[in-house]
């Protein structure tokens, strides 16, 4: 079983022993592995188990940390505040902030649009924007909490959110099961054959 650190322990001084092909050395000889939304693998320079699951800091961290941290590492964290902050402003908070649509039934497209300067997860009707926020990487979660809020705004004239192909880089990232956390939730919400998946 891996140990698990946090990012800012001394995980890289301390001493780790690999069961599967004895090597003995410390934790910064160990190799970076896969990595995830919260943590990230480091495994063993012989064999390539992993020994290690290291999480990664939450922007509190971050900041009580920052004495610790270089330039790049400071630009990442403002950054990243940044973006928390205009998600804070302009992320669905209920159904009161989308408009009414007269259509008896309809379905809404997931899709995702980038400028250059910002990454925003786009709600269409067709080429109607009916709403638009801060693309969450990995947003999974967040497609969940959205198409609840889009279920609770539309009732039964909603039949389906449908991601677009455009939007599976961010919906789903690197997590393996998230389309099938999308379908879930899709089918959970609006019925039992999604006969526009």
Known sequence: ?????????????????CANCGWVGLGSALEAGE????????????CRATLLLVQHPTLEEWRA????LNDAQRRHVEAAERFHSQFQQEKLRGPEDLPDISNPTFFLNWDFSDDGVSSRTVIRLGDQ??????????????????????????GSQLTDVIPTES????????????PKLVKDTR????????THA
């Open 1 to 17: 079983m891996a140990e698990i650190a946090n990012y800012f322990d001394d995980w890289k001084a301390g001493h780790y022993n």
């Open 35 to 46: 990595l995830f939304a919260d943590l990230t693998e480091f495994g063993c320079p012989a």
């Open 65 to 68: 940390n920052w004495g610790k």
């Open 129 to 154: 924007v009916v709403f638009s926020e801060p693309a969450v990487f990995e947003g999974y979660e967040r497609f969940a909490e959205v198409a609840t809020i889009l279920k609770a705004k539309y």
């Open 167 to 178: 939007s599976h880089l961010y919906l789903y990232g690197d997590k393996l099961s998230a």
């Open 187 to 194: 089918h959970q919400l609006f019925h039992d054959d999604l």
